[in-house]
């Protein structure tokens, strides 16, 4: 099982960002944080990274289920999109796959909870691998 969902996308950064947290928003999905990574480990470490932000991406009705099926999943919430520039200049969005956490918990209501989150963000991210920069 692949960690991550991850999709390129022709935007440039800025807009796959926003179309990003658009898309997350039409599937349920509430953007709770933003991390602009870049940013901050240049302030911090004075690193050079190119663009990078996490947006921490909850839908409540998930995150309820799935603490409801194992209490210490909290620690894997909200899920993690992180929308970047590769080496070669491309916009990158990944997300983790909600299934990776029935590697650590188990039972039939946290894969449930696990499957609908990984459908809902794989469609997020496919729109936006699928939309086209404006001209």
Same mark, same amino acid.
């Given at each position: 099982?692949?960690?991550?969902?991850?999709?390129?996308?022709?935007?440039?950064?800025?807009?796959?960002?926003?179309?990003?947290?658009?898309?997350?928003?039409?599937?349920?999905?509430?953007? %709770?944080?933003?991390?602009? %990574?870049?940013? #901050?480990?240049?302030?911090?470490?004075?690193?050079? $990274?190119?663009?990078?932000?996490? $947006?921490?991406?909850?839908?409540?009705?998930?995150?309820?289920?799935?603490?409801?099926?194992?209490? *210490?999943?909290?620690?894997? %919430?909200?899920?993690?999109?992180?929308?970047?520039?590769?080496?070669?200049?491309?916009?990158?969005?990944?997300?983790?796959?909600?299934?990776?956490? #029935?590697?650590?918990? *188990?039972?039939?209501?946290?894969?449930?909870?696990?499957?609908?989150?990984?459908?809902?963000?794989?469609?997020? %991210?496919?729109?936006?691998?699928?939309? #086209?920069?404006?001209?």
């Amino acid at each position: 099982m692949d960690h991550a969902i991850t999709v390129t996308t022709e935007l440039p950064f800025e807009d796959a960002l926003q179309t990003t947290r658009e898309r997350l928003s039409e599937e349920g999905f509430g953007v %709770l944080s933003e991390i602009d %990574l870049a940013a #901050t480990l240049k302030a911090k470490i004075g690193v050079e $990274l190119p663009p990078q932000v996490i $947006l921490g991406a909850c839908r409540p009705p998930l995150a309820h289920a799935a603490i409801e099926a194992e209490p *210490s999943i909290g620690v894997f %919430l909200p899920c993690n999109v992180v929308v970047r520039v590769d080496d070669a200049g491309r916009t990158v969005v990944e997300a983790m796959n909600p299934e990776f956490m #029935t590697q650590i918990a *188990s039972g039939e209501a946290l894969a449930a909870v696990a499957a609908d989150a990984k459908a809902r963000i794989t469609r997020a %991210l496919d729109a936006v691998a699928a939309a #086209t920069p404006a001209r």
